[in-house]
């Protein structure tokens, strides 16, 4: 089963330029996370979607970051202008529907690593 | 919201030692503890995870117990070797959310 795939890895841009960054999670997986992991620090959910809806962005700053999930399968997660304060891994990650009271594992993609310089 | 707490940050252990990682949550909802290894360069890996219907599971020579009263999960790892050196995370996961809160992850070096 493949998994989470993510484009580009790394990308090296300067203050107030733009990015994208692009997802394809596991197929048959209806869930599909964007996480922000700053140097040293957790995972910090950006954006929860449940097939193409949006599930929670309450910690996705919205003046510069955006997301999309067209046809609730790919992801892309754009940010413009970038600060040099954006320098983190962005974690793409999926899980499939909850069938049991408890959680579903979620699996993560390798990162795309963003410098802004 | 759920708050996860994670210490130590950093545990320097010597080959064949066992280390022990604890994480604490403050949500009684949460119910699912997953552990993640993440290594250089690379996104967080599953190692282990556990359902809060049960106290303890084990994989080989990694553990992971859970504390319901105490809301408490621990992550063992025993006989250790170079190649578990890596950043390890805790999550909790509330009932009836597909969310995951993660802990500010700990450094683990196994000094061969």
């Known amino acids: 089963e493949a998994g989470v795939a993510q484009s580009p890895r790394y990308k090296i841009i300067e203050k107030r330029q733009s990015v994208a960054f692009w997802c394809n999670p596991i197929s048959g997986h209806a869930t599909l996370y964007w996480y922000q992991q700053i140097l040293g620090q957790g995972p910090k959910l950006l954006i929860q979607?449940?097939?193409?809806?949006?599930?929670?962005d309450s910690q996705l700053p919205k003046d510069r970051f955006s997301a999309e999930r067209l046809k609730g399968v790919d992801s892309t997660l754009k940010i413009q202008p970038a600060k040099l304060e954006d320098s983190a891994v962005y974690l793409c990650?999926?899980?499939?529907?909850?069938?049991?009271?408890?959680?579903?594992?979620?699996?993560f993609g390798e990162g795309s690593w963003l410098t802004v310089v | 919201g759920e708050n996860v707490e994670q210490h130590p940050s950093t545990l320097s252990v010597q080959e064949g030692d066992s280390a022990v990682i604890k994480c604490t949550y403050s949500d009684s909802a949460s119910n699912y503890f997953p552990w993640y290894k993440q290594e250089l360069g690379k996104g967080p890996q599953l190692i282990i995870d556990i359902r809060s219907n049960v106290g303890e599971k084990k994989d080989q020579r990694i553990a992971v117990t859970l504390n319901k009263t105490a809301k408490h999960f621990s992550l063992h790892i025993t006989e250790t070797q170079p190649e578990d050196s890596a950043v390890y995370f805790c999550a909790a996961s509330p009932y009836n959310f597909n969310k995951f809160y993660f802990g500010s992850g700990t450094k683990l070096n196994v000094k061969p």
């Open positions: 990650a999926s899980s499939s529907p909850r069938r049991t009271p408890f959680g579903n594992t979620i699996y």
């Open positions: 979607f449940q097939n193409n809806g949006v599930v929670d």
